[in-house]
Nanobody, 121 residues
């Protein structure tokens, strides 16, 4: 059974940090680009970051550039999103998905159920 499971979401203070994990099972992540997306209530889903299969190219949305870092450990079949200097506007449900890392990040095929990140002021 193919699954992507996100974890690491939490309530954190303004300026704090979190690391999200996206664990894959049922398929090998090393063949896929993986993206992180987020959706806040009443807003459209936004592509936040994406990493290519080799881990050589990473892209970030302007809203998180310089604060978030994506990485992958294919031996563990896990992709991470390190989030630093968190702001209120980062509050959202975060999802990972197999993705196309080009221009707007485009998620397709496999999606996780999401993990909630809430930043308190």
């Amino acid at each position: 059974q193919v699954q992507l499971v996100e974890s690491g979401g939490d309530l954190v203070e303004f300026g704090g940090s979190l690391r999200l994990s996206c664990a894959a099972s049922g398929f090998n992540t090393e063949h896929y680009s993986i993206g992180w997306f987020r959706q806040a209530p009443g807003k459209e889903r936004e592509g936040v970051s994406c990493i290519d299969p080799q881990g050589a190219d990473m892209i970030y949305s302007d809203s998180v550039k310089g604060r978030f870092t994506i990485s992958r450990d294919d031996a563990k079949n896990v992709v991470y999103l390190q989030m630093n200097n968190l702001k209120g506007e980062d509050t959202a449900k975060y999802f990972c998905a197999t993705a196309l890392c080009a221009g707007p990040i485009f998620g397709y095929q496999y999606w996780g159920q999401g993990t909630q990140v809430t930043v308190s002021s």
